[in-house]
């Protein structure tokens, strides 16, 4: 399915960016990982890919900063050559009251999850105009793009901006061949949310709430996200694919 394409993907060590890695290294990728600070992941899921017989780098460096984006691009290029498809999913979810959250909890969640992913999304676009082949980004937005939290005030809004980055994107690069669709997770256990899930009260309610009995897991993305990215989905930009077990439309 992605056989002869290189794909970089953030927050590539652990959860969804992991397994979405791994995933393309099997469908016929070449990859490499954005990471910050899960060097064991980060490396496991190099060597992984590697007995997979596919080319892997990983490269650390915190997305909020913006020059994070520029040095990983360039430094994925010098490695393999080129970007066919680019995922941007490093995030963060730090479960925090609204009326006494600390504006650094705020700042950081805006930092890593909107302005990293606009950073990296701009660079990744750029090189792919320069490529001149067109290309494919998937972006890891969230159900929480469509609904709200009560401890995520700080989070829902940067999964709707994601989403909405993909939309307006997707009309901005469409005339270079460069498609931008967002994917939006429902409650997949992760280390975004392992603390928060370990109640074992909150999680029977999440669950309860989702037709297909079960929370989701990280390699549930991998397909979808793999989907969007891949030429199936050749006419599809501008486009939110929810994976959530149901979860969103279960009112009743
Ligand atoms: C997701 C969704 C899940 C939560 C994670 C942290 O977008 O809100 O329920 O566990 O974020």
Redesign the pocket.
Known sequence: MLSGKTLLITGGSSGIGRATAIAAARAGADVAINFLGHDEGAHSAVAEIEALGRKAIAIEGDVSLRDTAQTFVARSVEALGRVDIFVSNA?I?P?HAFLDMPAEIFERTMGVNLHGAFYMVQAAANQMVKQGEGGAIVAVS????L?G?EY?TH??PT?AGVHSLMQSTAIALGKYGIRCNSV???????E??RE??ADEAKRRR?EARIPLGRLGEADDLAGPILFLASDMARYVTGAALLVDGGAFVNLQ
């Open positions: 995030g979810c479960f969230s159900i929480s793009a609904v939290g995520q989070y829902t999964k939006l997770p429902g409650t997949i256990l992760t975004i949310n928060d899930l999440m």
